[in-house]
């Protein structure tokens, strides 16, 4: 915590609102507004989760049951699971290797692939806090009319071209979940520079409720509206986000300076001075043909047994059980990225003693 979250939780208690409207939702909107918003202004609904702010943008779309979805596929299950919800058909794309990230030839394979289907929607994820390349992706989106849903759930604080992640697509999701770079303990965004959208969006996460004196409902609705209790933390969060963003980048510069002269090891990294990456979480990939046959799983369980959090990259979700039969389009880098890569410990509250103690650990292994 910054240190104003409680000031504005008590005052949430002191006005007795804590229902999911009042002054902490407005002014985190505003505030999350404000941050985003460079040569275009953006709007914001505060939702409970990320997820359901992707979900609502599939609804603002109006997917439907047997339209095509484009998803990445190296990400978590909060980007493909809304488009399970709506019945959708999703197509998982690969990631291209200077960002991890979609990939725009496998993205233009795949919408050639399936000409003639309806797809009417394309998910890239800005992963662990990397922008992704969105020049390229919105090059093929604009060709072939596609809208964009920015997954930037990982990525606030995160630029491309001076622009902020979340503001390339139609719409885009935040989220404050409690391993996030800020958070609201739970709790996500969705945005956009389309006020209509956001307009739409609070009315449907708030039942869909018609304006009559009575509870009256014309179509389906959901009870995603963040409370204005939550929304106070979100408020004393934002005001140590730059703080948080520039903790994580140190934590990423101390790995990279421990790792330096190691071969087979190897970073997510900004490919050009066009990205500036939060990083979210410092990642890397242990080759182990280049480590003398260290691999990832040696070090993962070293620092487990140690009582020090890490864990693999994500599962490809082309490779779950759920999304079995679904279809993929890509040469399987994100299978590689998946087998060598490890997610190092990241928390903006490491101190000097906790990386003495990494280092300590990680010596055992790489001999230094």
């Not at 890239?124 to 989106?141: F, R, S």
């Not at 487990?304 to 490809?316: Q, S």
Request: aromatic content about 10%.
């Amino acid at each position: 915590m910054g240190g104003s979250e409680e000031k504005f939780v008590a005052e949430a208690f002191a006005s007795n609102w804590i229902a999911p409207l009042g002054a902490n939702v407005t002014g985190f909107e505003k505030d999350i507004s404000q941050y985003i918003s460079r040569e275009v202004n953006f709007q914001t609904a505060a939702l409970i989760s990320g997820t359901a702010a992707i979900h609502l943008a599939l609804r603002l779309l109006n997917i439907q049951q047997n339209d095509f979805v484009l998803v990445q596929s190296f990400t978590f299950c909060g980007t493909s699971n809304p488009v399970s919800y709506e019945g959708a058909q999703i197509v998982f794309i690969d990631s291209e290797p200077d960002t991890w990230n979609m990939c725009p030839e496998a993205l233009e394979i795949a919408i050639l692939s399936l000409q003639g289907n309806p797809i009417k929607a394309i998910i890239p994820v800005h992963l662990y806090g990397m922008p992704a390349k969105m020049d390229e992706i919105n090059a093929v989106a604009a060709k072939y009319g596609i809208p964009i849903i920015e997954d930037a759930a990982e990525a606030l604080g995160s630029t491309y071209k001076n622009q902020c992640c979340g503001t390339f697509g139609d719409m885009a999701a935040l989220s404050f979940n409690g391993n996030k770079i800020i958070t609201t303990s739970g709790g996500g965004a969705l945005v956009s520079s389309n006020p209509t959208y956001i307009e739409k969006a609070r009315f449907l996460a708030t039942q869909a409720r018609d304006e009559a004196p009575h509870y009256q409902h014309s179509q389906i609705g959901y009870n995603y509206r963040m409370s204005n209790v939550v929304a106070g933390i979100g408020r004393g969060q934002m005001e140590v986000l730059n703080l948080r963003v520039e903790q994580r980048r140190a934590n990423n510069a101390r790995y990279r300076k421990y790792f330096e002269g190691i071969n087979g090891v190897s970073f997510q990294s900004e490919p050009s001075n066009q990205f500036f990456s939060n990083y979210w979480l410092t990642c890397i990939l242990i080759d182990p043909t280049k480590t003398g046959g260290i691999d990832r799983e040696q070090v993962r369980v070293l620092l487990e047994r140690n009582d020090i959090d890490c864990r693999p990259l994500w599962k490809p979700m082309h490779l779950q059980p759920v999304h079995k039969n679904a279809l993929f389009f890509g040469d399987g880098f994100c299978e590689k990225l998946f087998e060598q890569g490890l997610c190092l410990p990241s928390g903006s509250n490491l101190t000097d003693d906790d990386f003495d103690i990494i280092f300590e650990k990680l010596n055992l292994i790489f001999k230094k």
